[in-house]
C-alpha cells in the first residue's frame, strides 16, 4: 500500500503565477481534504472533496480551488499567488464511512512563492 | 478563534524520563480528539484518539487523558525515546468522525536527549 502521495515535493513559483498540486489517496479511501501549514503554525484546513463534490470549505478565498477525479485522486489550484501562499500543503485521505477513523497525510508539496 | 490551543512550543526531556505534552479546546461541541506526530519532511501520522464519553485512552507508551469540564488534554509518553523527537499536534474534528475538517493546535515541538 503505498499510501497517500503527493507530487511535487518542492516548488518554486513567482507571485501572480499558478500552481496545481496533486494528490493519490491511500488505498481504498473515497475523501480527501487539503491543508495550508505555515511555518510554526498547524495546519489549516482548506476544503475537502467527496464523490467529486467539494464538501466542505475552510476560511480560504477563491484563489484556491480543487478537483476530485473519479479514481478519487485530487488536484488543489491556486491562481494569482501571493508571497503568503508559501507554505506546506499537505493532503489527507479517509473513508467517509469510519467515522472514527484517522485521516491519513501525505509528506506535503513545500511551495514557495518569490 | 484559535479553538484549539497548544501553550507550549517546545519541550525537552530526558530519555527514559516522561513527556508531558499538554492541549486545550474552547470549543465544548468538540467531543473526538487526535495527536498527530509530524517529523521534518514527513506529513503528520496518526498517534492516538480520545473520545470524549472517555477519559483517558492507552496504547503502549503513550496515554492520552481528556478533562471535560476543565476543557484540557494531555499525551503522556512513557518511557520516552530519543525517536520520539518530533512535532506533536492535538487536533479535533468540527463535527462528526475524524473524517471531518480538523482543527489543529500550533504544535509542541518534543526533544527527546539521549
Known sequence: ??????????????RGQQVT???SPKSG???VSWYQQALGQGPQF????????????????????????????????????????????LCASSRLDRVHGEAFFGQGTRLTVV | DQQV??????LSVQEGRISILNCD?????????????KYPAEGPTFLISISSIKDKNEDGRFTVFLNKSAKHLSLHIVPSQPGDSAVYFCASPTKGGATNKLIFGTGTLLAVQP
Not at chain 1, 1 to 14: E, R
Not at chain 1, 53 to 81: C, K, T, W
Open chain 1, 1 to 14: 500500500d503505498a499510501g497517500v502521495t503527493q507530487s511535487p515535493t518542492h516548488l518554486i513559483k513567482t
Open chain 1, 21 to 23: 498540486l496533486r494528490c
Open chain 1, 29 to 31: 479511501h473515497d475523501t
Open chain 1, 46 to 89: 482548506i476544503f475537502q472533496y467527496y464523490e467529486e463534490e467539494e464538501r466542505q470549505r475552510g476560511n480560504f478565498p477563491d484563489r484556491f480551488s480543487g478537483h476530485q477525479f473519479p479514481n478519487y485522486s485530487s488536484e488543489l489550484n491556486v491562481n494569482a499567488l501571493l508571497l503568503g501562499d508559501s507554505a506546506l500543503y
Open chain 2, 5 to 10: 490551543k497548544q501553550n507550549s512550543p517546545s
Open chain 2, 25 to 37: 479546546y474552547t470549543n465544548s461541541m468538540f467531543d473526538y480528539f487526535l495527536w498527530y506526530k
